[in-house]
């Protein structure tokens, strides 16, 4: 049974489509939701709010079923603008993107590169094979690592933070929000394993090239969707539903900032700055180069802060009483 705290919001509070509106979440505010007349928007929409649901499934399913965000965004709405084929691929496309951005945007490109600072980062010995000891000395050295740099457990689900409340997760007042910290953590150390024995954190001779091609990037990928279905996780996850942000779908970003760790008492390790950053990389306009607004345009960038800043997608946009419908 789930322990959840009645003040936590899940997918059960979401309801894509209330009174014939949904939210649109680009512009913050709702819209009708007219399939008959503009179906090529309604499809827009509705592609935009289902991947802003599957980010709070993906944190415990690694993928993305329709039967995960069905109490959200009932089958029966989605018909109205797309064939189930149409969805079926929508939903691949979902899939393969998360699994971009988590295995290699965030484990291989950010976090494993990290740890390749460290000196005692496992080496590879060419022609020799892994014995059961040497890979389960590896997985100590995983461990190792995520307890002594707890932060990159929050790398990990950063494309996830515009949809999950990922600090309750960490805060673990409940046993169902402790299973979800300890659950991210295995996740890491497993997924850290499987890419090294997989060579992706090694860098072939081209500008980028990640080891093993496309075939171990697959073997990630369907690794990484098994470990849900796994034991001891599959019975320790059921029923545990992950919590959603008061901000849900808002464009949230995790923060980046770096601060030094230290793995060993005597060894510091030098902090390490990621391939992308929370701000995108790009760097500030001087202001002889910003660009005028109109006094119209100013007033609605002050009424998207405002939004924001009062959670544009809240409780009074998003969220209802579990079990009701408005």
């Not at 993305?64 to 691929?89: A, G, H, K, T, Y």
């Not at 390749?116 to 040497?134: H, I, V, W």
């Not at 997989?198 to 098994?226: C, I, M, P, T, Y």
């Amino acid at each position: 049974m789930s322990s959840l705290s009645q003040s936590m919001s899940t997918l059960k509070n979401v309801h894509a489509i209330v009174d014939g509106k949904i939210w649109d979440f680009p512009a913050m505010k709702f819209t009708r939701f007219d399939p008959v007349n503009d179906r090529e928007r309604c499809q827009i929409l509705i592609s935009q709010y289902a991947k802003k649901l599957f980010k709070v499934a993906y944190l415990t399913t690694h993928t993305c079923r329709q039967e995960d965000i069905e109490c959200s965004l009932p089958m029966e709405n989605v018909l109205e603008v797309f064939s189930p084929e149409e969805w079926i691929q929508k939903l691949k496309a979902i899939k393969k993107e998360l699994h971009r951005d988590v295995l290699t945007g965030k484990l291989v490109d950010e976090i494993m590169a990290r740890w390749q600072l460290y000196e005692d980062y496992p080496k590879r010995q060419p022609g020799e094979a892994e014995s059961r000891e040497k890979i389960e000395a590896r997985m100590k050295t995983w461990e190792r690592f995520t307890d002594k740099d707890p932060e990159m457990t929050r790398w990990l689900v950063a494309p996830l933070a515009e949809s999950i409340d990922y600090d309750e997760i960490l805060r673990a007042e409940t046993p169902d929000m402790a299973t979800l910290r300890e659950w991210t953590r295995s996740c890491l150390v497993a997924a850290a394993e499987k890419a090294f024995s997989l060579q992706r954190d090694v860098r072939g001779l081209e500008l980028g090239k990640r080891g093993g091609g496309h075939q171990s990037a697959f073997a990630l990928n369907r690794e990484w969707e098994d470990l849900p279905n796994q034991e001891p996780w599959k019975s320790r996850l059921l029923g545990v539903l992950v919590p959603i942000n008061s901000d849900f779908g808002g464009g949230k970003r995790t923060s980046m900032t770096i601060i030094p760790t230290t793995l060993d008492d005597d060894d510091s390790v030098a902090p390490y700055t990621p391939r992308k950053t929370s701000g995108g990389g790009k760097s500030r306009s001087k202001p002889s180069e910003k660009i005028q607004k109109t006094e119209d345009e100013l007033k609605k960038e002050s009424e998207r802060r405002k939004l924001r800043r009062t959670g544009g997608v809240t409780a009074s946009n998003i969220f209802f009483p579990i079990n009701t419908r408005i």
